[in-house]
């Protein structure tokens, strides 16, 4: 028997393809480019860079990067400094979480100064290190950390904003304001503000940074080549054919930082950025990109538009831009800058499957709909619904063909909030302006974000305060009932409450098993599923390794079921267990992995390649039943336990009998596992 298994397994081994990522398994994408901060722990270096952390071995060159995945507790890191003495790393977060690192990567969370409730400012401004101590210059006072015991030994409280500590002889010292100073003895109570007294002695050079390991590596680490993007931006995604477009976005989002106006697209196994000093070479005013697409005739061409019109691409080259200088594009309400005008708006770009590339163009006075035709010429749609005071609506975004080919888009501005749809065939737009739910009552949104279309052919709608559904059925009606989903409480009552009532609903996709991903700002990410009635999951930062609260963009790669998610902290992503499906399931096209499981495997089996929920049957050799269920779009899961009694089946070989949900069209593959 074991002689035949062997076979078997070697079989499989050698058939089946592989995959890399387990199904509920989170990857992050983070940039490590913008090089701030380097600290030396014996033969390797802790560097701090674009806000994330990794550590380069100065004799054989090998980087291990650091993220909230593997080692550390959270993201987006402001501060970091080497303890010798207790041989920790401390890292110290923008939400003034702490870290306590190890080379070997083990890690000692201190949450009590994050989570500590207090009117001071809780700013950690720097890090002076002293023995087995770190003291921490903050927005009120010193915090002092014994690193060794993973501790707050004392606090004190100064009501200064200290900027820098370090220590001299018998004294410590402390900048306040980066402008004046003070002293205590270390001999005094230090927890007395009465023994800190003004001084302008001060050692010549106490608060200078040591550079001599920076102006050593500098230059070598500048030279590395992470696997990473460029930039932790990532305003807007889309993906198409097995790769990840993405655009920094901001603009018209709440965003205060100055972003790059760069293209960054993912592959699967690298990051591609394209040319991104678009600023210097258009001498335009403004570089934010807030969508892109890809020619489907021509993979290589790529177009992306944002606050100064479109810009073309060809394999990852600028070519082209176009704005109210030299196409039909409008320019934007006041947007003039020493007498001539400095953006065109246009927000939102799409191709259609002949490569005809639609441009939505806010605020102008030309037309708010233009396509850009193959052959190279452009043509406008003018529509009265959507002028306001003879100008386009303010923020025309979020362009998506349907399964019927009509084009889909909102107005994301609080003067007008709106949904509209634009048929190419008979060139007419029909337009939404009153949301009113299946209640009678009129939901008072302030934006409109996002639209997507379910395997129902049914649409959602995101706004700031739920998601809407609008059935295909009721879109060519004057004024549309949008329904909000009634979720039973199942209390023994017969109240319902409406799906995700209150939520900011940022971004939404649909998955190959017809369940909703909804994008929120400020509530991470909600799986919804596919009747709509129940939570299967809520992501938070606090909860999973989702990277913050605050998405800005999602994406799918149904193929994979791996679900992007664009933070205000970077990008990252969670393998689900949900995939596209398959026309016809064939011996070639169903498989399972990881095939053969081994003793050591504790995680899902996954079966792929089926079609819309499948019908599955695990049995034993013999024909015993062992596991069934439906398909969640292609994908089927198992957890490698007998249904019956729950638990671990026996060394085997496992038969997955799948058929459709009609009950034709039955295939084989076969599963290996050894205990």
């Known amino acids: 028997m074991r002689r035949i298994l062997t076979a078997v397994i070697t079989i499989l081994f050698a058939t089946t393809m592989l995959h890399a990522a387990s199904i509920g398994s ?66 110290i977060y923008d939400n003034k979480n702490i870290d306590l690192l190890e080379p070997n990567g083990d890690c000692v969370n201190m949450p009590e100064y994050y989570m500590k409730s207090m009117t001071g400012d809780k700013t950690i401004n720097d890090i002076y290190i002293s023995d087995q101590y770190a003291y921490l210059a903050t927005g009120f006072g010193i915090i002092k950390l014994d690193v060794s015991k993973a501790e707050i030994s004392n606090t004190y409280q100064l009501d200064k904003n200290i900027t820098a ?53 500098i230059e070598t680490l500048r030279n590395i080549a992470t696997d990473g993007p460029q930039y932790n931006y990532f305003g807007f995604m889309r993906f198409v054919d097995n790769h990840l477009y993405t655009v920094v976005g901001g603009y018209g989002a709440g965003i205060e930082e100055d972003r790059a106006g760069a293209v960054q697209v993912w592959d699967g196994n690298s990051w591609l950025i394209y040319q991104d000093n678009l600023q210097n070479i258009t001498n335009y005013e403004y570089k934010d990109l807030m969508s892109v697409d890809v020619d489907p005739t021509d993979a290589s061409h790529v177009f992306a538009g944002g606050r100064t019109g479109t810009y073309e691409f060809r394999s990852g080259q600028f070519t082209q831009a176009y704005s109210c200088h030299n196409s039909t594009l409008g320019t934007a309400i006041g947007a003039t800058q020493n007498g001539r005008e400095s953006y065109t708006l246009a927000e939102s770009v799409k191709y259609d499957a002949e490569g005809n590339l639609w441009v939505l163009n806010s605020q102008s006075q030309t037309a708010p709909i233009h396509v850009l035709q193959k052959d190279n010429t452009w043509k406008t749609f003018t529509s009265s619904s959507l002028m306001n005071d003879d100008r386009t609506l303010g923020a025309l975004q979020a362009l998506t063909f349907d399964s019927k080919g009509l084009l889909w888009f909102v107005n994301n501005h609080w ?128 909860n999973s390794n989702l990277l913050s609260n605050n998405i800005e963009s999602i994406a799918i790669d149904n193929a994979t079921g791996e679900v992007f998610f664009g933070t205000d902290k970077g990008l990252c992503s969670y ?64 957890d490698g336990r007998d249904q019956s009694n729950g638990k671990r089946v026996a060394s085997g070989v496992y038969m997955v009998m799948a058929a459709t949900s009609e009950g034709s069209k039955g295939t084989v593959c076969k599963i290996a596992i050894v205990r």
């Open 415 to 542: 003067t007008k909030p709106s949904l509209h749809f634009f048929n190419p065939q008979t060139e007419e737009v029909t337009s939404f302006f009153n949301f009113i739910n299946q209640d009678g009552t009129r939901v008072d949104v302030n934006s409109v974000q996002c639209i997507a279309e379910d395997k129902n052919g049914d649409f959602w709608v995101g706004t700031n305060i739920a998601p809407l559904l609008l059935s295909r059925n009721k879109i060519t009606e004057q004024e549309p009932e949008f329904e909000q989903v009634k979720v039973p409480r199942n209390d023994g009552t017969n109240y319902a409450d409406y799906l995700l009532s209150g939520v900011n609903i940022s971004g939404i996709v649909v998955d190959g098993g017809n369940r909703k991903w909804f994008a929120t700002k400020g509530n991470g990410v909600y799986l919804i599923s596919a009747d709509n009635l129940t939570q299967l999951q809520h992501f938070t930062a606090e």
């Open 165 to 217: 500590v370090a220590i001299s002889g018998q004294n410590i010292y402390a900048r306040v304001d980066k402008q004046s100073y003070i002293v205590a003895s270390l001999q005094s109570n230090l927890l007395d503000p009465n023994n800190w007294t003004a001084t302008t002695n001060v050692p010549n050079g106490i608060f200078d940074k040591d550079k001599s390991v920076w102006n050593e590596y």
């Open 575 to 638: 393998i689900s267990d949900a995939t596209a499906v398959v026309d016809e399931m064939t011996k070639e096209t169903v498989y399972a992995y990881p095939n053969p499981v081994r003793p050591d495997y504790t995680g899902l089996i996954t079966i792929t390649g089926l079609t819309y929920d499948a019908d599955i049957k695990i049995v034993t050799a013999n024909g015993a039943l062992v596991a069934e269920g439906r398909s969640n779009g292609g994908t089927f899961t198992w």
């Open 26 to 91: 989170w990857r992050a994408y983070l940039a490590y480019t913008d090089i701030t901060e380097i600290e030396k722990a014996g033969n390797e270096l802790f560097v701090l860079a674009s806000r994330n952390l990794y550590l380069y071995n100065i004799d054989d060159q090998s980087v291990r990067t650091f993220s909230k995945m593997d080692a550390l507790s959270d993201c987006s890191i402001a501060h970091i400094a080497w303890n010798k003495k207790a041989g920790r790393l401390v890292v």
